[in-house]
């Protein structure tokens, strides 16, 4: 098949565009301009300039596919990004946009549980909707890592910076997160591009619910520090230096299923487990 990854350059697309061509796809990447610099993207076939700001750079771009895979960043236009949907969907080619748990809200929940946004992604729910109701497929990845990056290469460096792992809290009980690994999330969005139902909601999720203290901790051997244990980081705090929004959004506990995903698609996510790959992989010796 023709695909257009937006976000083709960034931690997760770059994954799943070379998964795709691994999978013998014709891969086309769509990427921002930049003066006076001709991009190319590694396993794409093809480079597109566009903007998910720009409803008529993506309708041009995508104009002769059979699929769009969504992993760009958000460009924190709630109005913009359901414009950018319709605009993908219009052209009749089959869309796989990249939400993310956060629209879960905190506690246990599977793939048919109701939204409960946290502020930072509110503006999923209706592009979620958007794409389901045209035929295409939402992938909910949990905290992605692995291959040296993602939030876990943060919580590196916010260890390195202060000497010991931290975590980001409310308070009260310690939150855990679901993760997943970039390869084994790779996996799953081929075979959503290649077997998902129509308005399918997919969890990329291959760990349910990892303690922070765990992650804080391995997160700190991963900045090569011994075993000096994981402090809370109040989420006051945290918010002067990474952004209230971010820092609530880190604080968030939750336990997600993907078992219904994986029954659907035969998805099985084997990679290392998160604080695995932290203290003794892809981290160790920062990026
Ligand atoms: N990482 C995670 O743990 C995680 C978990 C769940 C959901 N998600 C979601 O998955 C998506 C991708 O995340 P990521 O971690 O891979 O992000 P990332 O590494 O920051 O990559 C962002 C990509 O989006 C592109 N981009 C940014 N703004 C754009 C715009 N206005 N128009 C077109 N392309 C644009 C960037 O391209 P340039 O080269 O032009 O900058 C880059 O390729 C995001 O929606 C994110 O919220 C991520």
């Known amino acids: 098949m023709r695909i257009l990854v937006l976000g083709a350059t960034g931690y997760i697309g770059s994954a ?7 999978h013998g796809h014709e891969v086309v990447a769509l990427v921002r301009p930049r003066a006076g610099e001709a991009r190319s993207v590694p396993g794409a076939a093809e480079v597109r300039y566009g903007d998910v700001a720009d409803p008529a750079s993506l309708r041009a771009a995508a104009g002769d596919v ?86 876990p290469a943060l919580l590196a460096a916010k260890a390195a910076e202060h000497g010991r792992g931290r975590y980001v809290s409310a308070g009260g009980q310690e939150p855990t997160w679901p993760t997943v690994h970039i390869d084994d999330l790779a996996d799953l969005f081929a075979l959503a591009v290649e077997k998902a139902d129509a308005g399918a909601v997919l969890h990329g999720v291959g760990e349910e619910a990892v303690p922070l203290s765990a992650v804080a901790e391995a997160a700190a051997r991963a900045a090569g520090l011994g075993g000096t244990g994981a402090q809370a980081w109040p989420v006051e705090e945290a918010a002067g230096d990474l952004g209230p929004a971010f820092a609530e959004a880190l604080a968030l506990g939750q336990a997600v299923s993907a078992a219904r995903t994986r029954e659907a698609l035969g998805w099985h996510p084997h990679r290392p487990g998160v604080v695995a790959e932290l203290a003794e992989g892809s981290y160790r010796g920062g990026r």
């Open 66 to 151: 059979d699929v769009v895979v969504h992993a760009a960043a958000p460009t924190g236009d709630g109005a913009a990004e359901s414009a950018a949907a319709d605009a993908l969907l219009s052209t009749g080619a089959r869309v796989v946009y990249t939400s993310g748990i956060w629209v879960l809200g905190a506690g246990a929940s599977a793939e048919d549980a109701p939204l409960a946004p946290i502020p930072l992604v509110a503006f999923r729910a209706d592009v979620e909707r958007r794409v389901r109701e045209a035929g295409g497929v939402v992938i909910r990845p949990g905290i992605v890592y692995g291959r040296g990056g993602g939030i």
């Open 16 to 22: 799943v565009t070379g998964r795709l061509a691994e």
